[in-house]
């Protein structure tokens, strides 16, 4: 009895993860609005309809690209349907700049690699992946919520010393990950067969220093957001503790450590990089 039940509670849980994720996207886009309604439901259309192809051809290819084309078309969408104001127009700035330039680097990265090695078990099983791609969509509406609410609770708020210091964050942010992603990309090509690890400039300080980027952009947008939002609004609050968890523990640095540990997991140097540099915050108490 016990030998057949955790398979079967695994095969459910893997049936049953996209609604889930649906269902949690409609709660949080009820206390955001309306207008979050909307994005959401428009993001999970794109990606469900770019899941049929997918399938169909097996491949990858064009999943960053529609994870890409999800930010930008809801901000363009957004944009054309509100009166934004100055500030609402520097937050979608801030969106189409960072997913512009994710689609660069990321699918420049697949056009490079020819496939992403994440898909190779859940491609075959059209449940398992269309979950990542009802998740690529709910991971662009979580982080689009404060521009959402912002913009539905005052549309023309001017910006305040909060929000400055938003965009300042976000600034921060989108330079530490730029920056991080140019110095792995230039070591990759000192070292294109992939015997050394980097430990150098910004990796220094964390074993992935794009990711605290992320984090930091996203929390600023929040940051923009706060001034404005009351009541249920609040719920913007789940943006960057659902980015941090994404990448901390689903998408990112799992996935990153386990192929780091297979690659260089026997050298002497890499085990005690890892001993003293922080998986991603650099803290004084210990490794973040």
Known sequence: MSS??????????VRLASPALMLLGAGVAWAG???????LGWVLLLNLLAWIPAYLKQTERFYDLIGSTSFISSALLVGWMTDPGASGWFMLACVVLWSSRMAWFLVGRIHRQ???GRFDAIKPDPVRFLNA??????????????????LEAAPDAAGSALFWTGLGLWILGLALEVVADEQKRRFRRQYPDGSRFIESGLWRMSRHPNYVGEILLWTGITVMAAPVVSG???I??????F???????????PLLEQRADEKWGGQD????YKRRTPVLFPVPWGKG
């Open 4 to 13: 057949t039940a955790k398979p079967n509670t695994s095969r459910w849980s």
């Open 33 to 39: 609005g309306s207008l979050s309604l909307l994005v």
């Open 114 to 116: 020819g496939k992403d």
């Open 133 to 150: 791609w009802v998740m690529q969509g709910l991971w662009a509406f979580l982080c689009l919520l404060p521009v959402l609410v912002r």
């Open 232 to 234: 249920w609004q609040w």
């Open 236 to 241: 913007i609050l789940i943006t960057p503790a």
């Open 243 to 253: 980015v941090y968890w994404l990448l901390r523990f689903v998408s990112g640095v």
């Open 269 to 272: 140097a890499y085990q005690a």
